[in-house]
């Protein structure tokens, strides 16, 4: 038998504790078009309809100048003290500061900046009409091979495998991969998948505003 719908809250997650070494500084706060690049992935997470936003954040000055970013909006705030570890250090991080009773939590990266509110809240829309383990993101035109990344949304029976992501996995690939056949996936443009890493990605969305 199918799992019911989930009428729970579900809580929004960006993932803002990446070191950036590829930008050559912490690019959670350099600017596109003027705004720190870790605020534009935290509006549009922010218009998802979520009923919950935590974002995961590095330790000292970076993190202080994230949650500075972030004052004026309704986010809480963990620190992954070790974030050289890799982005499942985060994951784990995040599951372990969800307050309990939240039904799903969806995850965001801070360097996905054409990403919309209305992404975020079409992975909600989804899981709040299936109540699907997963509902994960796939980029890609319709006559091509679509590329899975972030967002993914993960119901809360599986908090407990996130909260035991091992740093070799770089994410939670093994766990996506474990629960494929149950995922609702959903098809995005192509272009939404852009991330920034690096001075020359920043250059060329500067250059498009």
Not at 46 to 54: E, H, I, M, W
Not at 59 to 83: H, I, K
Not at 121 to 127: G, N, V
Not at 128 to 153: N, Q
Request: proline share 10%; aromatic share 4%; no cysteine.
């Amino acid at each position: 038998m199918s799992p019911q719908p989930s009428p729970g809250p579900v809580a929004g997650v960006l993932l803002a504790a990446g070191r950036g070494t590829r930008m050559g500084q912490p690019k959670q706060l350099v600017h596109l078009r003027g705004v720190p690049l870790v605020r534009h992935a935290a509006l549009a997470l922010a218009g998802g309809g979520f009923d919950v936003l935590l974002a995961v954040i590095p330790p000292g000055a970076v993190g202080e100048g994230v949650q500075a970013a972030l004052a004026d909006l309704p986010f809480t705030f963990a620190v992954n003290s070790a974030p050289a570890r890799g982005l499942a250090g985060s994951f784990r991080v995040a599951a372990a500061a969800l307050p309990a009773g939240v039904a799903a939590a969806h995850f965001a990266l801070a360097d996905m900046p054409r990403l919309t509110p209305g992404v975020h809240a079409r992975l909600l829309a989804a899981f709040r009409e299936t109540g699907a383990p997963l509902v994960l993101a796939e980029y890609g035109d319709p006559d091509t091979a679509g590329v899975r990344a972030p967002p993914h949304l993960f119901r809360a029976d599986l908090f407990a495998a996130l909260r035991v992501l091992p740093d070799a996995d770089h994410g939670p690939r093994r766990l996506l991969q474990q629960h494929a056949r149950e995922a609702v996936t959903l098809r995005l443009p192509a272009d939404l998948l852009t991330d920034v890493d690096t001075p020359e990605d920043l250059a060329r969305l500067e250059g498009e505003a």
